[in-house]
């Protein structure tokens, strides 16, 4: 079954160091979405990435945050200046429409660690 | 507003018996979906179940159904025959067709199936 691809599974990085995390959506899918997830709290919206832009982002994806589709595979999602509460699980996301019948599915994700 | 509540965040169940769990929302959009996502330890998002608020019938997947009351904005999660496999955390997302295809998260169940 196509599978969302994360990499790094786990990052350490140190405080107001640049990170980037890196998705592989599935190929046939047209929208894009980053998740976060604080441990032990429920998962928060980021952003969605539709047709080269951002479609949708929350209140939470300020200017520290930026995500690009540099070539026709990855999807990158990108945290200046990293801050000790950015520490979280982030999840990428691809669907090929916006429901269900396309098929909405989440990477493994990568444990963010700021130090 | 659009809101998404778990009011149980722990569950005990017996191996082998039926379990419910509990989802309301809030929205004034008539075209949404309902996901319940399983997370176990290991922190990866399993997709269980979906319903669009315009499916007449409530949604099953094997040992997962969902019991979709529109008019009490409920979707409730059922799980037959626990296994111990089952114990994890649950969430119930809402997504809207309008909004970039995001997904509005509870704050889930941890559920606990005991042998």
């Known amino acids: 079954e196509p599978e969302v691809t994360q990499t790094p599974s786990h990052q350490v990085t140190q405080m107001g160091q640049e990170v980037i995390l890196r998705c592989v959506p599935i190929?046939?899918?047209?929208?894009f979405y980053w998740y976060r997830q604080i441990l032990g709290q429920k998962v928060e919206f980021l952003v969605s990435?539709?047709?080269?832009?951002?479609?949708?982002k929350s209140e939470i994806f300020d200017d520290q945050f930026s995500v690009e589709r540099p070539d026709g595979s990855n999807f990158t999602l990108k945290i200046r200046s990293t801050k000790l509460e950015d520490s979280a699980m982030y999840f990428c996301?691809?669907?090929?429409?916006?429901?269900?019948?396309?098929?909405?599915?989440f990477g493994s994700g990568t444990r963010l660690t700021v130090v | 507003a659009q809101k998404i509540t778990q009011t149980q965040p722990g569950m005990f169940v017996q191996e082998k018996e039926a379990v419910t769990l509990d989802c309301t929302y809030d929205t004034s959009d008539p075209s949404y979906g309902l996901f319940w996502y399983k997370q176990p330890s290991s922190g990866e998002m399993i997709f269980l179940i979906y319903?669009?608020?315009?499916?007449?019938q409530n949604a099953t997947e094997g040992r997962y159904s969902l019991n979709f009351q529109k008019a009490r904005k409920s979707a409730n999660l059922v799980i037959s025959a626990s296994q111990l496999g089952d114990s994890a955390m649950y969430f119930c997302?809402?997504?809207?067709?309008?909004?970039?295809?995001?997904?509005?998260f509870g704050q889930g169940t941890e559920l606990s199936v005991k042998p």
């Open positions: 319903q669009g608020s315009y499916d007449q």
């Open positions: 990435f539709y047709n080269n832009e951002i479609s949708e």
């Open positions: 996301a691809s669907s090929e429409g916006a429901g269900r019948v396309h098929g909405y599915t």
């Open positions: 997302a809402m997504f809207f067709y309008n909004q970039g295809g995001k997904l509005i």
């Open positions: 190929s046939n899918h047209l929208y």
